[in-house]
């Protein structure tokens, strides 16, 4: 009898150990849910909201853009060489044909010692075997291979000169040192880049423009280019070119050639615009520019629908002041959501403030 109480509790008590284990789990899994904050998708979402609708507005039209340089080119040596010096920093401004990197070419110097040696005795074996060749002492092929040599060794020189020019690297353009790709004791090779230089005397000024929009502008026709780092500082732009390729966003790009200020304030990567002056009143469905969602290629922007925030694809045309012309994607009536897009999601609800 002893001996089946025994057997029971070993059989029971890891049983106990067992639930009592899960209970606790269980109970601390509920507290762990408690403490974590559950966000609820069913719940109202406030915005603000405008119903959109056909405006006219007498106003000047803007575009952004980028500013990039006129001229810009990664510097590589045409040898192959071990980098003795670079005489030029980051920031730096050089002149076209400025020495910048100094290849080391002791071995070249020495090879056209050797040359220009050879070339010394084979100037005097031809004047001595023409004298010979006149007193018909020797056979003129003597005085032939002596001047063919004579040839080769000029030959060698030349290329051993253009070879030690070559070691130095010049600037191909004047320019500031945006890059420093190498340094001294790298070895230099063609096609590996050691210094990165920028022309931004001159800069070109791209912007995107959408194809409804893209009559507005004419080849070698003078527009206004503003800065936003300075904008007190207005640059007169020439078009200079005229994309024929839409992008992905089915807009165009125009580059508009700029000169900068004598202290090369306006700096590449640099964003501006270029305004155009309307004429006539800019008819058509306008939102503002903070309601825009995704990118200028692919904009979206919020609906309400049925109470709830519809995620919509729109194209944009012109930007005029604060707002955006929508050129499709949205029609009269619609109500869009302009303000308390925090924690927005496509199909939330939505209630209007």
Do not use: H
């Amino acid at each position: 009898m002893k001996i089946t109480i025994k057997k029971a509790l070993i059989v029971f008590i890891p049983i106990v150990l067992v639930m009592l284990a899960v209970i606790r789990l269980k109970s601390n899994k509920e507290k762990t849910q408690k403490g974590v904050y559950q966000y609820d998708k069913e719940q109202v979402i406030y915005v603000q909201a405008d119903t959109v609708k056909f405006e006219n507005i007498n106003s000047t039209i803007n575009y952004t853009g980028s500013f990039e340089p006129i001229k810009e080119s990664r510097i590589s040596s045409e040898l192959q060489g071990k980098i003795n010096q670079i005489m030029v920093a980051e920031g730096n401004f050089v002149k076209k044909g400025q020495a910048i990197i100094q290849l080391d070419n002791s071995l070249l110097k020495l090879s056209l010692q050797s040359v220009l040696v050879q070339k010394d005795g084979l100037e005097v074996d031809v004047k001595r075997f023409g004298i010979l060749v006149k007193a018909e002492a020797i056979q003129g092929v003597q005085l032939e291979k002596a001047e063919l040599g004579l040839r080769s060794a000029k030959v060698q020189v030349a290329s051993l000169q253009e070879q030690i020019n070559k070691s130095t690297i010049r600037a191909p353009f004047s320019g500031i040192v945006t890059a420093k790709l190498s340094e001294v004791g790298a070895f230099a090779s063609p096609g590996i880049p050691l210094m990165q230089i920028s022309d931004i005397s001159t800069l070109k000024f791209i912007v995107n423009v959408p194809e409804a929009d893209l009559n507005r502008f004419r080849l070698n026709q003078t527009y206004s280019v503003s800065s936003e780092a300075y904008p007190d500082l207005d640059f007169s732009a020439k078009v200079a070119m005229i994309g024929s390729k839409a992008n992905t966003g089915n807009s165009f790009p125009v580059q508009l050639i700029v000169n900068n200020t004598s202290d090369l304030k306006i700096k590449s990567g640099m964003f501006g615009k270029v305004i155009l002056k309307n004429p006539e009143a800019e008819q058509g469905i306008f939102v503002p520019s903070s309601a825009l969602l995704g990118t200028s290629e692919q904009p979206q922007i919020y609906l309400i629908r049925k109470g709830k925030a519809v995620l919509q694809k729109i194209m944009i045309g012109a930007k005029v002041k604060n707002t955006s012309k929508v050129s499709s994607g949205l029609k009269p009536g619609d109500v869009i959501i302009t303000g308390g897009m925090i924690n927005l999601f496509d199909g939330a609800n939505v209630q209007v403030r």
